[in-house]
């Protein structure tokens, strides 16, 4: 099964400037504008990388979920691409 | 004009990063992907010794790449899901814009771009039964700027990126890359300029993967001699799963050089491990 949306929402937390700000306000509204199974909504809020690779999404994308933890928030990785 | 200068480099983003709290941070992010890995993790000695080592292997090829007076410098390198989705995954990428830009934490970069050859390169394409994507607008990446960094520091001539999917399945074959670069050799020898290219990526890494920080060192000694023995024409007959399989997929950039270069024999090569994720690799092709 696809997993474009749960993949997109990733990509955009990192790519995304104005997603990723909302996101750290309140990521239950962000995720209600993808388009998400209640299994992926469950994996994004665990914050955990491999519950996102085991539903699908490339290891890349998986990383970007970190973004919204407060240990990796200032971590220079966020400064390049 | 055939092709002056071949060149092929590592663009892991910890190249630059400086040792000390950037390596520690990107490390932190690393290892919490990757626990296991960071059995390895290198001392701040290590870190500034590996800086070292590439900034010299990094000298070698400026060295042969300003020697050479190139007028273009072509960079062959992979997309990391910063220009491309999954909306559209492009095979093969030329771009055509008039200049592009990039930022790498601190470092900004601003090229022209040397949209005619590009253009020639996709038309060249066309007619040979390779049909390019290609677009006007890019950002510069890691994968394009850590080797800028070092070889080109300032935008003295332009340089045109070209993208090889090298990071999602499926992915092209090295014998369609080698294609590849053989195409770009008869632009080039079509060129009245001075066409120098570029190949980053690799070696050895699992990027996205759960074998992250495993380095097959014994596969990249094995890639380096063949380039040394100037048979990298032997290389087309590995599949994907065969560069998958040894955490070398980006090696795909290379094998466009590869093609580009025929039997050339590398001239100078350098390898070495960065403890953390991957195998940096650096080679030179005086032609």
Redesign the interface.
């Known amino acids: 099964m696809s997993c474009y949306h749960l993949s997109r929402l990733l990509f955009d937390l990192k790519m995304n400037e104005s997603i990723y700000q909302r996101s750290l306000q309140d990521f239950e509204k962000v995720m209600g504008d993808y388009d998400l199974t209640a299994e992926e909504k469950d994996a994004l809020r665990a914050g955990d990388p491999r519950k996102l690779r085991q539903l699908g999404v490339h290891g890349m994308l998986c990383l970007y979920i970190k973004r919204l933890q407060p240990q990796f928030r200032e971590n220079i990785y966020w400064m390049q691409k | 004009m055939p092709l002056v200068s071949a060149l092929a480099a590592s663009h892991a983003?910890n190249i630059l990063?400086e040792p000390g709290?950037?390596w520690e941070?990107?490390m932190?992010?690393h290892y919490?992907?990757a626990p296991h890995g960071s059995a390895n993790r290198p001392t701040l000695e290590q870190q500034k010794k590996l800086r070292r080592d590439a900034e010299a292997a990094f000298a070698v090829l400026r060295d042969d790449l300003e020697r050479a007076k190139p007028d273009v410098l072509i960079v062959v390198a992979n997309d990391?899901?910063?220009n491309f989705?999954?909306n559209n995954i492009p095979t093969f990428f030329v771009t055509v814009a008039d200049e592009v830009k990039?930022?790498?934490?601190r470092h900004s970069f601003h090229y022209r771009n040397h949209k005619e050859l590009g253009k020639n390169i996709v038309r060249a394409g066309m007619e040979k039964g390779i049909d390019f994507s290609y677009g006007e607008h890019v950002?510069l990446?890691?994968t394009q700027?850590v080797p800028l960094h070092f070889l080109l520091p300032e935008p003295k001539i332009p340089i045109l990126p070209v993208y090889v999917n090298t990071?999602?399945d499926p992915a092209p074959s090295p014998r369609r890359c080698y294609m590849v670069g053989e195409l770009i050799r008869a632009v080039a020898d079509d060129s009245k300029e001075r066409v120098a290219i570029l190949a980053t990526g690799g070696l050895s890494h699992f990027?996205?993967?759960?074998r992250?920080g495993e380095i097959d060192e014994t596969f990249d000694h094995k890639l380096l001699e063949v380039m040394r023995d100037g048979k990298g024409k032997s290389l087309v007959d590995y599949s994907v799963q065969d560069l998958l399989q040894a955490g070398d997929t980006e090696f795909l950039n290379w094998m466009v050089v590869i093609g580009a270069i025929g039997d050339a024999k590398a001239t100078y090569t350098a390898y070495m491990p960065d403890f953390v994720a991957t195998g940096w690799g650096f080679v030179s092709w005086k032609l």
Not at chain 2, 207 to 210: C, L, Q, R
Request: aromatic content about 20%; hydrophobic content about 40%; proline content about 10%.
């Open positions: 983003p990063l709290r950037e941070d990107f932190d992010l919490s992907m990391q899901f910063v989705f999954w990039g930022q790498f934490t950002e990446q890691h700027n990071w999602v990027p996205g993967s759960p992250i």
